[in-house]
Structure formats: C-alpha cells, structure tokens
C-alpha cells in the first residue's frame, strides 16, 4: 500500500515534467533498461533465475557492453549538465516544491 501511495505522489509531482529537446534521446536510452527488466521479468518466473535461455558468453559480452554504454551516457550526461547548469539554482520540475538540505 506504501509502494501505491508512493507511485501515485511520484506521478503527481513529475505529471507536467518534459524532458528537454537535447536530452530526450538520453532520456530514452537512459530508461531504457528499466523496461528491458520489466519485460524480462516474466521469464525468469517461467524458467527460473538460473535458466534462462541464454547463454553464459553472451551474458557476459551483454553485461560488458552495457556496462561501457552506460558509463559513456553517464560521462556524456556530466559533461552536459555541467555545460548546462553551471551551479544555478535549479528552480523548476519537483525543485518548485523541495529542496535538498544538504546541497
């Protein structure tokens, strides 16, 4: 029930939130693994953690390669976000309503 009620308040606060033009893409990519997950899920309950029918090779390849694509967005993105924001005071999005104490 506080899962559900977490949801809905995580909707409500983020229910006008666009992503800008030049993030869009990295949005998509970014989030893009938390749907593969989503999806995969089911498989796992029908052959089980361990039996996936994948083999343990392209697993590995698949882990490494996620794993530099990730690290390239993340460095991509602090590279932007610095370029971007330049230590302002972000005052639009869930930022209207909090802030964070310890920044």
């Known amino acids: 029930m506080a899962a559900l009620g ?3 308040w ?3 606060m983020f ?3 666009k992503p800008p033009k030049e993030l869009r893409a990295l949005f998509i990519i970014h989030y ?7 999806l995969i899920g089911p498989l796992t309950a ?3 953690v361990w039996k996936l029918p994948i083999d343990i090779y392209l697993s590995i390849i698949m882990g ?8 390239f967005l993340y460095f991509k993105w602090e590279m932007f976000w610095h ?5 302002q005071l972000v005052t639009d999005g869930i930022f209207q309503h909090i802030r964070h104490p310890h920044y």
Not at 64 to 71: E, H, K, N
Not at 83 to 87: L, S
């Open 46 to 48: 029908i052959y089980g």
């Open 83 to 87: 370029k971007t924001y330049k230590g």
């Open 64 to 71: 490494i390669v996620v794993f530099i694509l990730g690290s």
């Open 6 to 8: 977490s949801y809905k």
């Open 32 to 38: 893009s693994p938390l749907l593969l997950m989503i």
């Open 10 to 12: 995580l909707c409500f």
């Open 15 to 17: 229910r006008d939130y």
